[in-house]
């Protein structure tokens, strides 16, 4: 049913239909957890590691192996006996077969089969966490691309809005001109502003296009076509707190957690080579059967069968130091492991700090914005009104109108930089990413 849900909303925004399409952020990442490349190839990652992860590969099995041999030969001599008999022979036929079994088995190696056995499992959970955080990774760099892209959208709403008033700008002063009350500087001035007007508009729909690219790609869909539309409602969580954020970093945040289970693999390793400090026991069979037959030979045909078994030990007892120097190197490279965590977590922390500002710094934005928003537009009404009468230049309205247009790309930028600081922090701290 998933996928047959993620094909239609597939089949959806692929589609040229005369209509636009409509895209939530929730169908964006719902057709990303089943296409996005990086995801499957964490997946492919992680089932490598669970199929390693078995008694064999850990050494705890017998190794079995069979042979079987089967030669022919042709002979021709010329003998002379003590007794002073001579015997030549030509073209003699001769051959040999030969099948056997044979059974090695390490009972003891130091332990070392336990040890390989842990990290083993913990490589396989190492790779689940890494499959978590790129899935994580994945949906807050679509709802980023999302709502970045959402951005442009409102921002080409606004500037076509602002060519609107342009073009009714010029309406006017062409009016104006015609019945002698404006002059022509004003007129031309008027025709300038709404070209510059036109042409932010369409560089505009460029910086959208992008936008809408990057989320394709997020999602792995390779189409031409961006004509779907991008439906969202900005809601802000009003539960985040810094303490609870930092909180829960070191134990929900996956890139923490992994770091974590590295340094632990490095500590495993330092027991592995412990192990190759003590002997190394094995059992072992054979059984093997042979069979010859060589008519020019003093024995014709002989037949047998074998079978051995028993007991072998080894005990490398002095290697160059080899041993203790790599003893030495992982001991290292764990102390190295531990060091890569905690600059990681301060890092991590540094950015929800920082992060955290910017969300609460952006929101107080919003509303002081919004606010000014309001006497922007009043303030632009009125100067449309007072130069529709003559009480006011073309150059009072135009500044109205470039008031206006920054207020509302303030508002607008503080929002879904609010928007976005918000999935970042969600993302840092290891928390659920929600979709909306």
Request: charged content about 25%.
């Amino acid at each position: 049913m998933k996928k047959l849900i993620t094909l239609f909303l597939v089949v959806g925004i692929c589609s040229s239909a005369s209509a636009q399409d409509i895209l939530t952020v929730e169908d964006a990442v719902q057709i990303a957890l089943e296409n996005n490349y990086d995801i499957k190839i964490a997946e492919n990652s992680f089932e490598i590691t669970e199929n390693d992860a078995t008694l064999g590969n850990a050494g705890f099995l017998p190794r079995v192996t069979a042979s079987f041999n089967r030669n022919f030969g042709r002979q021709s001599f010329d003998q002379l006996r003590a007794s002073g008999d001579v015997r030549e022979e030509s073209g003699v036929k001769s051959n040999s077969l030969s099948y056997g079994a044979r059974l090695d088995w390490t009972i003891f190696n130091g332990l070392g089969m336990f040890v390989a056995s842990d990290i083993l499992k913990e490589l396989t959970a190492l790779e689940k966490e890494n499959l978590k955080f790129q899935i994580q990774t994945t949906i807050f760099e679509l709802q980023s691309s999302f709502y970045l892209a959402a951005a442009e959208k409102e921002r080409l709403r606004l500037l076509n809005s602002n060519v609107t008033l342009s073009e009714d700008r010029l309406q006017v002063a062409k009016q104006k001109y015609e019945l002698g009350k404006a002059s022509k500087l004003e007129y031309l001035q008027a025709q300038v502003d709404l070209n510059a007007d036109r042409s932010n508009y369409i560089q505009q729909i460029e910086r959208l296009a992008r936008g809408k690219f990057d989320l394709l790609q997020l999602m792995a869909l390779d189409t031409d076509s961006i004509e779907f539309d991008l439906d969202y409602t900005l809601l802000f969580d009003n539960e985040l707190n810094l303490n609870d954020l930092l909180s829960a970093v070191e134990m929900q945040n996956p890139e923490l957690t992994s770091l974590k289970k590295q340094e632990l693999l490095r500590h495993q390793n330092e027991l592995l080579l412990k192990s190759e400090m003590l002997p190394s026991v094995g059992l072992f069979a054979d059984f093997t059967h042979t069979n010859s037959e060589s008519p020019a030979g003093f024995v014709v045909e002989n037949t047998s069968d074998n079978i051995t078994y028993g007991l072998s030990a080894s005990w490398v007892l002095f290697d160059g130091f080899n041993l203790q120097r790599r003893k030495q190197n992982a001991r290292i490279d764990s102390e190295t492991a531990q060091f890569q965590y905690e600059n990681r977590l301060l890092a991590i922390k540094t950015d929800i700090k920082t992060n955290y500002l910017n969300y609460r710094n952006n929101l107080d934005l919003l509303t002081l914005e919004r606010e000014n928003l309001e006497v922007a537009k009043e303030n632009n009404e009125i100067a449309q009104e007072r130069y529709e009468i003559g009480l006011s230049n073309a150059l009072e309205l135009r500044e109205s109108q470039i008031n206006l247009i920054n207020a509302e790309l303030r508002a607008q930028n503080a929002a879904f930089a609010a928007k976005v600081a918000e999935i970042t922090l969600k993302f840092l701290a290891g928390t659920s990413i929600k979709t909306k």
